[in-house]
């Protein structure tokens, strides 16, 4: 008795999608990631000249908003979403920019 010899079939086409978290980036340049990591590091210095302790409710709640923008970017930079860290610190320079001119000494 003979054993029929089998054809090769095509390969089978796999397709597979993102698992849920994986961040798919468009190849952003380094350049762009240390440029948001410079922004990081201006806010975190403009905030290292403000007194939490001395701002109103209000101002302390921008200062706090500020600390959370700039802590999200450093996870989205993780994450490597440069678009959302941009994002996250364009918010956070505007929101310095209007902190520190209300606290700003006369």
């Not at 975190?44 to 001395?54: C, F, G, K, N, Y």
């Not at 921008?62 to 700039?70: E, H, M, P």
Request: glycine share 4%; charged share 30%; net charge neutral.
């Amino acid at each position: 008795m003979r054993t029929p010899i089998p054809t090769p079939a095509g390969s089978p086409v796999v397709q597979t999608t993102p698992v849920a978290g994986t961040v798919i980036t468009t190849g952003e340049p380094l350049a762009e990631r240390q440029e948001i990591e410079r922004s990081i590091r201006r806010v975190e210095d403009r905030l290292a000249t403000i007194d939490r302790a001395r701002l109103t409710p209000a101002d302390g709640a921008d200062y706090d908003r500020i600390k959370s923008f700039v802590a999200d970017a450093r996870a989205a930079l993780q994450e490597q979403d440069t678009l959302r860290a941009r994002s996250l610190m364009e918010k956070a320079t505007r929101l310095t920019a209007q902190l520190a001119e209300r606290v700003a000494p006369p």
